[in-house]
């Protein structure tokens, strides 16, 4: 038993909202509830934790899989893995940690927001740094290191909102495939993310990576699926999805069923590819998430090295953002999106974070430009009433 200032119980709701029947097809419902958790759990490099009816313990030996397999058949888990989750070096936070349901549950109430809206939206990573990132990655993929790479930024903002209301906000003014909120004991994740990491159904796995973008209203997004950067772009990171799942999956059932499938949202146009396959028989969750995680589209190819590269030029720790944010259910069927447009809120910070893909031939100012367009929503969503 260990004894960490932590409570034991707390009333945490979650809700996966999409514009679609994304979080799960096979329901006839767009909307997924859950609220009351039995207790959660959370690994980090020390170990794992379980909290569970009242009870806590600690695991020091055990990783956060044995403690599924062993302790919580049956159970809903809903959370997220981080995008540290499978990088050794990797300090501070949760590698992941997710809350535990005996069901699903009815839609919760909001709450009405009355007072005046107050809203403060700041950058962390300033324009020059991030632009003195990409810069230095074309020098690596130039030398040959590397031939796309995702880099990040992090911004901070204040906002009197109420953070359920908030997410309903942001969804209502961009409308996505895997929009999440997510209360935990000691944090809060709000995402407005269109990209499908993994989804299992039975023994058949899903991956639909993102990479291409375009502003609306402009020739760059009419023509957006026949821009050749941008299709490069995309066609690196299906090939490293083909090559994560071809670990997991039967040989010669990774098929790829779509190419460059063109995404029109509020703010912006995207490109979507689609990946599937055939998993092996008795393939565990730990096997797909140790040979998948951290998602490809927002890693780089090659993946090692381009993590490698990551760690040293980004000064932030990703957590949520970048890692694989869903559910499990009690037959280990799962849907997990990439935890990208999202924010991670506690009580000293409220964080938002976006990303640029980068090749050879991108332009740093417009990469500079693309970080902030993927916020636009976000910060539409802050100061509207």
Known sequence: ????????????????????????PNSKFKEIYFDKPIGYIFQKKTGTT????????????????????????????????????????????YDAIF???????????????????????????????????????KKLIEKGEIYQINLTREFS??????NYRLFLDYFKN???EFGCYIEFFDH?????????????????????????????????????????????????????????LSRICKPGSVKVDKLFKKKKYSTLTQLESTVTGKLNKQTSLKEIFTNTMPPGSVTGTPKSRAIQI???????????????????????????????????INEKKKLFFTGAGIVWDSVPHKENAESHLKAKAFQNTLSSS
């Open 157 to 162: 903002y204040l906002s009197n909102k109420d």
């Open 50 to 93: 379980l909290v569970l009816n009242s009870k806590k313990n600690f695991f020091p030996n055990k990783d956060i899989f044995a403690i599924i397999k062993t302790e919580l058949k049956g159970k809903y888990l809903v959370g997220y893995f981080s995008y540290e989750f499978n990088i050794k070096n990797s300090k501070g936070g």
């Open 174 to 176: 961009q409308p996505v």
């Open 99 to 137: 809350n535990i349901f005996s069901r699903q549950s009815e839609k919760p109430k909001t709450k009405n927001h009355t007072s005046p809206i107050l809203s403060n939206f700041l950058k962390s990573t300033n324009d020059k740094d991030f632009i003195s990132s990409v810069k230095n990655a």
């Open 188 to 244: 809060v994740i709000i995402s407005g993310s269109m990209e499908l990491f993994l989804r299992r159904n039975k023994n058949t796995i899903t991956t639909k990576p993102i990479k291409g973008t375009a502003e609306n209203q402009t020739n760059s997004a009419k023509a957006l699926d026949k821009d050749l950067k941008e299709r490069a772009e995309n066609l690196m990171i299906v090939d490293l999805m083909r090559n994560d």
């Open 310 to 344: 990551i760690s040293k030029i980004e000064s932030h720790r990703r957590g949520p953002y970048c890692g694989a944010v869903g559910y499990i259910k009690p037959n280990q069927d799962f849907c997990f999106s990439v935890g990208i447009r999202l924010s991670k």
């Open 1 to 24: 038993m260990l004894n960490l200032k932590i409570p034991l119980v707390k009333k945490m709701k979650a809700h996966l909202k999409s514009k679609n029947f994304s979080w799960d």
